[in-house]
């Protein structure tokens, strides 16, 4: 199968059976999901989702949590991993919102990744799932889905992914396509015992043509 044909039916799959796919993450406008995927790095969004509620009703605004100290913001976060560092990073971004954005979340990536704590995944996130742009955020089951299926070959890090899929996913659904990737990670094709019988991807994947 040529790498063009594996893209076409692999995007046919998904927009048949997960028209519907987006994040899991809990937020209300830009500033909660900004957050939200902040401390969802090596953490649940399940976990996330657990401690939001009460961190944003405490702190609404970026105006709100650029008030709170470091140590406040922890209390609200002590259970996500790596509190202290996330902590620190919350408190430095919603005071570099405040004092250069006027407390909004900024609507480039130049601009974003200037955030005390946002790199480019999150970044990438923010662009695509607020703004709908065709930014590809790649995670570690993006990063494996990739591979195994064959729609990247022998990408050695996260950025070789994103440029291989932003050029040959269609631009219109490449913020579409950042959920299908990643929840079939999450749910299907699973890092260490991938559920290859449930998967309607056989007919189109790499792996499964050669190991299974």
């Given amino acids: 199968m040529t790498t063009k044909g594996r893209y076409e039916k692999v995007l046919e799959w998904f927009a048949a059976n997960a028209p519907s796919a987006e994040s899991e993450l809990h937020y209300n406008n830009p500033f909660e999901l900004l957050v939200a995927v902040m401390l969802s790095a090596q953490c649940t969004d399940k976990r996330i989702n657990q401690v939001t509620p009460a961190l944003f009703q405490a702190y609404p605004t970026a105006e709100a949590m650029a008030r709170a100290t470091k ?40 601009e974003l990744v200037t955030l005390p704590g946002v790199g480019r995944k999150t970044a990438n996130v923010i ?81 499964y043509s050669k190991n299974v």
């Fill in 71 to 110: 140590e406040d913001i922890l209390r609200y976060i002590r259970s996500v991993s790596y509190p202290n560092s996330k902590a620190k990073h919350l408190s430095g971004m919603s005071k570099k919102l405040v004092s250069d954005y006027g407390g909004e979340v900024p609507h480039s990536l130049d």
């Fill in 127 to 207: 662009l695509a799932v607020v703004w709908d742009e065709p930014t590809m955020a790649v995670d570690t089951h993006i990063f494996r889905v990739s591979e195994r299926i064959g729609l990247t070959t022998h990408s050695k890090n996260v950025r070789q992914t994103e440029d291989q899929l932003t050029r040959h996913i269609p631009a219109e659904v490449i913020p579409k396509a950042h959920h299908w990737l990643l929840l079939h990670g999450r749910y299907i094709c699973q890092a260490r015992q991938p559920k290859c019988g449930q998967c309607g991807l056989q007919p189109y994947c790499r792996h």
